[in-house]
């Protein structure tokens, strides 16, 4: 029968696993380091079972750009894994020397009594119908940016479209026919920039 938990607090970095386990009802504290990979982590994890046989393991980390794949990647082993918000974990108010290791003590620490909170792990279909729409709006993002660099060049460069054609609207056929003769009829060597050309294909394409 297992009589306690043990809290484990996870600091990712872009090459090592760094945590630490507490047991909070003797105040022993283990650390312990591993690559960046699962098959090393539940290594780590199977030693601290084998040290606390009668104890529960649970785990959190930090909400980073790992995502959800490690707390999917352990509940799928068997392990209670939370990812905690980065705006819940306390500050302290002097400055203090900041490590991986006293980052995962902490964690492990603030996990143990309740102050950090746990962020909801979506499905994965709920997942990726998430990374669509952000993927989707950054794409429909990029033009409105790009065509706003290109009036601001243009504009940079002596050159309105609205003043010298008396047209209200950018981006209509007769804005293109504007660009694309700009040359021809302004005689500005503005027009011949590789600079502006290059906007205006990638806006075309």
């Given at each position: ?21 507490l ?22 994890l ?42 819940s ?76 054609t ?19 009829f ?7 920039s ?7 294909d990638?806006?075309?394409?």
């Amino acid at each position: 029968m297992k009589t306690s938990i043990i809290h484990i607090g996870l600091d990712v970095d872009d090459t090592q696993y760094y945590g630490s386990a507490l047991d909070k009802s003797t105040v022993e504290v283990i650390t312990f380091q591993c690559r960046l990979t699962l098959k090393g982590l539940l290594k780590q994890l199977k030693k601290l079972e084998k040290y606390f046989p009668n104890s529960t393991i649970k785990l959190c980390y930090e909400a980073s750009y790992i995502g959800f794949t490690l707390q999917r990647d352990l509940t799928a082993k068997g392990y209670h894994c939370d990812i905690v918000a980065p705006t819940s974990i306390p500050s302290p108010r002097t400055r203090q020397i900041k490590t991986d290791r006293l980052d995962a003590e902490k964690l492990a620490q603030f996990y143990a009594n309740d102050l950090l909170t746990v962020i909801n792990v979506p499905e994965m279909e709920q997942e990726q119908d998430r990374d669509l729409f952000r993927s989707r709006q950054k794409v429909r993002k990029q033009p409105t940016e790009l065509r706003s660099h290109i009036l601001t060049l243009l504009r940079r460069n002596g050159r309105c479209y609205r003043q010298e054609t008396q047209h209200k609207s950018h981006w209509t056929l007769w804005h293109y026919c504007w660009l694309s003769c700009g040359e021809r009829f302004n005689g500005n060597e503005f027009w011949r920039s590789p600079c502006l050309w290059f906007y205006i294909d990638a806006i075309q394409k």
